[in-house]
């Protein structure tokens, strides 16, 4: 196990080509430490999410955002699957990400939606990164009971919950999570992803 002071190195991205490197420095750790984040934080990280881009700009994400010990966070926390409750339990703040279904403008179906909350989580994830922070999304939720406990009307749907907070130990996770937690991060190269058509590397 390495130490959690050489954590951040051993997560460092390495790009084949230069790229920013708050980008390679953002990770989704499952290890938070119980460290309260203050308002003023969150106001700068949700800010950033406000200037994300969206169809017709609509910035059709909304967030519900709990601070452990409030209501809010406890409805997000019973509303996780149990294997992210193993970890989530630790974070000082859970919040749900949701996307408005129709368009204000027209009332029309906004197939955009849930595409503009992820570039609008992006944005916090990279904000929180900035701030000495980490956040992680998960896809591992009961949505009706989200939708219960937080009362989401039907007009919108919640997309993916988060943990966000400073990093903790790992030892403080199960062997399986804390073999992840240490591991290097990878990446596809261009040439799996990236085409001119389906089958041709562009790059």
């Known amino acids: 196990m390495p130490e959690n002071s050489n954590l951040d190195q051993i ?22 430490a119980e460290t309260p984040v203050s308002i003023e ?3 700068t990280i949700f800010t950033a999410a406000a200037w994300a881009a969206s169809s017709h700009n609509e910035q059709p994400w909304r967030f519900v955002v709990g601070r452990k010990g409030s209501a809010e966070w406890q409805g997000i926390f019973e509303a996780l699957m149990p294997l992210n409750q193993l970890w989530a339990k630790a974070a000082p703040v859970l919040f749900v ?27 916090i ?16 939720v009961n949505r009706d009971a989200l939708r219960e406990k937080l009362r989401i009307p039907e007009e919108f749907t919640a997309v993916a919950c988060w943990a966000l907070g400073y990093r903790g130990d ?13 591991a290097a991060r990878e990446r596809r190269s261009l040439e799996e992803f990236v085409f001119n058509t389906w089958d041709v590397a562009a790059l």
């Open 125 to 140: 994830a990279l904000q929180a990164t900035v701030l000495g922070m980490h956040a992680h999304g998960m896809a591992g």
């Open 170 to 182: 790992p030892d403080s996770l199960q062997d399986n999570l804390r073999r992840i937690e240490s």
């Open 11 to 32: 997560k460092q991205g390495v790009a084949a080509v230069p790229v920013e490197p708050l980008l390679l420095k953002r990770w989704s750790p499952r290890a938070f």
């Open 41 to 43: 934080h969150l106001k």
């Open 97 to 123: 990400a949701c996307a408005k279904k129709i368009f204000s403008h027209n009332g029309a179906p906004n197939g955009m939606a849930e595409h503009d909350v992820g570039a609008a989580c992006a944005n």
